[in-house]
């Protein structure tokens, strides 16, 4: 048990600290207002106020959790334990406002403020104090937990942060079912003129073979995917795009019975979520018909999202799933850059700053998009592998969970995914079933 000191308790410090103790931790804790009842207790005590008190350990507030409006920040950048910190505070015991600092990085203050959005409208990387202070690569509010429990001597009490708890989650998105079959007329003989008209008869004899079956569908990563769900403890969450063709949404109709045979069989053995168009995040009718197609294909709720093109848009794009009856999103994560974009390895709820209070959608951030080491970051295929390595490493010595996403159509070692396969395969060797419980 911990009991904290505080003089005031606001819906930010209720949020804070049961993620804090309960979710990332797994100690009990409670808070109280009443100094005479924490000078009284005999349990571990923490003293979150700027008054000193004599053999406690005092983390003094910076202000953020007691604030109802939305300000911009003055960020001081400093170190802490040989970790990066900010909130900086004049104090013997702890120098920074660790509570106010995991606050800012999970709700994702910073996304609510004016920021450069990138082409697409997104809030990326660049723009992030992670990026600027150069943590966006580990995840930085387990570890400032992981000190604390350090200093508070019950990090053997801690249940949670430890590599025994850690998971691997993968994640398919399917943008396009397939890269070749199962399209319109209109757009075979496109595709087919094209590949004349460039001279590309490599490719045009490969489209040949897969329109006669004798080639698979670079798309149909489907049968491989069953196998390897074999070696996972946790089911494989697939998300399905399902706007008809436009600018940025180009999957097949979901009104295609191929279509639909594909997801009611995925759906039978993973766990299958929607991919809310590019288009859907200026219109919840264009959303809301969106999930009523798929949950009508499948027979049953929908619980689960990410956004294409990894929109998100605070809080309105949560909000919007929370209307639908989405219990999880699975967008957290940064197109451009591998890492914690909210600073933390772990699931938490979204709180809503304009509303000041925490709602019923779960987060579930990911880590590595296989898109981001090819496209955005040049990697290698060795390179791809030491950075899944990495972050597998990473994520187990705090017991989080690490979330990748991939794609159906980079699976087969096609074109531009030549030689990816064995990065995908190396994934899957280091958190396989066996190595988890290892």
């Not at 910076?62 to 939305?70: A, F, I, Q, R, S």
């Not at 400093?78 to 800012?104: C, H, I, R, T």
């Not at 914690?340 to 779960?362: C, M, N, V, W």
Request: overall charge positive; proline content about 3%; aromatic content about 14%.
């Amino acid at each position: 048990m911990v009991l904290i000191y505080c003089k005031e308790i606001s819906q930010r410090i209720k949020y804070t600290f049961h993620l804090i103790f309960s979710d990332i931790l797994g100690i009990a804790y409670n808070i109280t207002t009443d100094p005479d009842e924490f000078q009284a207790s005999s349990v571990i005590k923490i003293n979150y106020s700027k008054t000193r008190i004599k053999n406690v350990l005092q983390i003094k507030p910076y202000g953020l959790l007691k604030e109802t409006k939305l300000v911009n920040q003055k960020i001081k950048l400093g170190e802490w334990k040989n970790l990066p910190a900010f909130f900086m505070q004049d104090n013997q015991d702890l120098p920074f406002d660790l509570f106010s600092a995991v606050f800012y990085l999970v709700s994702r203050y910073e996304e609510y403020l004016l920021f450069n959005p990138d082409k697409f409208g997104r809030f990326e990387a660049d723009q992030s104090i992670a990026y600027r202070g150069k943590f966006l690569n580990i995840p930085i509010v387990d570890l400032w937990c992981l000190e604390l429990v350090k200093i508070l001597g019950v990090k053997t009490k801690s249940k949670n942060i430890n590599p025994g708890n850690y998971k691997f989650l993968l994640t398919i998105d399917i943008d396009h079912a397939w890269v070749y079959k199962h399209k319109r007329i209109i757009f075979i003989l496109g595709s087919l003129l094209k590949d004349i008209l460039l001279f590309n008869f490599k490719r045009l004899t490969f489209r040949f073979q897969v329109y006669t079956n004798r080639n698979p569908d670079p798309g149909d990563s489907y049968s491989y995917l069953n196998t390897i769900q074999k070696q996972l403890k946790e089911k494989i969450r697939y998300f399905v795009l399902c706007r008809r063709r436009d600018k940025f949404d180009k999957n097949v109709s979901i009104r295609n019975k191929s279509f639909q045979k594909l997801i009611k069989d995925i759906d039978k053995k993973n766990t299958v979520g929607i991919h809310p168009s590019f288009t859907s995040n200026q219109s919840f009718d264009i959303l809301c018909k969106e999930y009523r197609q798929l949950e009508k294909t499948l027979d049953h709720k929908i619980e689960i999202s990410r956004q294409h093109y990894l929109k998100l848009s605070l809080p309105d794009t949560y909000r919007n799933l929370l209307r639908l009856g989405i219990k999880e999103d699975y967008s957290m994560g940064y197109s451009t850059h591998t890492g914690f974009r909210a600073g933390i390895a772990r699931p938490f709820y979204f709180y809503d700053l304009y509303e000041e209070k925490q709602t019923s959608l779960r987060v579930v951030p990911f880590h590595i998009m296989d898109r981001t080491l090819l496209s955005y970051l040049n990697y290698s295929t060795e390179q791809a592998i030491k950075e899944f390595e990495y972050y597998s490493k990473s994520i187990k010595n705090i017991g989080g969970l690490f979330v990748s996403l991939w794609h159906n159509t980079s699976l087969n070692d096609f074109e531009e995914w030549q030689g990816w396969q064995k990065v995908f395969k190396r994934m899957i060797e280091i958190n396989s079933y066996n190595d988890q419980v290892s």
